[in-house]
T-cell receptor, first 110, second 116 residues
Framework: LAKTTQPISMDSYEGQEVNITCSHNNIATNDYITWYQQFPSQGPRFIIQGYKTKVTNEVASLFIPADRKSSTLSLPRVSLSDTAVYYCLVGDPQGGKLIFGQGTELSVKP | GAVVSQHPSWVICKSGTSVKIECRSLDFQATTMFWYRQFPKQSLMLMATSNEGSKATYEQGVEKDKFLINHASLTLSTLTVTSAHPEDSSFYIC????????????FGPGTRLLVL
């Protein structure tokens, strides 16, 4: 399973754009890249998933370069409620297991 | 999006007793469910993979006789912590996937277990 590396923590201010980069150098051909958000004492919440290039939904964008060895989660105009731990995972979504790394603890300040 | 529920949301039990946690996929059929545990300030640790109608596959270091997993239907998996001890106190989270191409895993809200 591909191992992921993310910054342990990041600070930001309300209204700013936040970009969290994840490295996954040994990603496999069948692996997708998925990002989750977790608040204390809650299960992870799906944010976005992609395979290559760029994916955008109503809450975030995911940028994946051609070599797929890294990915960047972009959160536009963060608010205080975006303070959470963000996990980047790679794996085969067809029933494949996901191994969580340490995640990035994002702190959004007023 | 897909909804996964867990019951109970929290449970307190005495040492030596067994506790059952249910995980349900509410609006889709889950061919595969996963069980995780999470200690305070730590990441999620995968315990086992459960496929409907077959035996669960446990991760290295997880005692299969202590953490009994049953995936009897496409919408329900259960985790039973047998002879619970204080060190089993943790946050248990399940996830489910339909297994279709490109389908991701959806997580339940978690169950807080406290063993006294």
């Amino acid at each position: 399973l591909a191992k992921t590396t993310q910054p342990i923590s990041m600070d930001s201010y309300e209204g700013q754009e936040v970009n969290i980069t994840c490295s996954h150098n040994n990603i496999a051909t069948n692996d997708y890249i998925t990002w989750y958000q977790q608040f204390p004492s809650q299960g992870p919440r799906f944010i976005i998933q992609g395979y290559k290039t760029k994916v955008t939904n109503e809450v975030a964008s995911l940028f994946i370069p051609a070599d797929r060895k890294s990915s960047t989660l972009s959160l536009p105009r963060v608010s205080l409620s975006d303070t959470a731990v963000y996990y980047c995972l790679v794996g085969d979504p067809q029933g494949g297991k996901l191994i969580f790394g340490q995640g990035t603890e994002l702190s959004v300040k007023p | 999006g897909a909804v996964v529920s867990q019951h109970p949301s929290w449970v307190i039990c005495k040492s030596g007793t067994s506790v059952k946690i249910e995980c349900r996929s509410l609006d889709f059929q889950a061919t595969t469910m996963f069980w995780y545990r999470q200690f305070p300030k730590q990441s999620l640790m995968l315990m086992a993979t459960s496929n409907e109608g077959s035996k669960a596959t446990y991760e290295q270091g997880v005692e299969k006789d202590k953490f009994l997993i049953n995936h009897a239907s496409l919408t329900l998996s259960t985790l039973t912590v047998t002879s619970a001890h204080p060190e089993d106190s943790s946050f248990y989270i399940c996830s489910a996937t339909s297994g279709r191409g490109g389908e991701t895993q959806y997580f339940g809200p978690g169950t807080r277990l406290l063993v006294l």
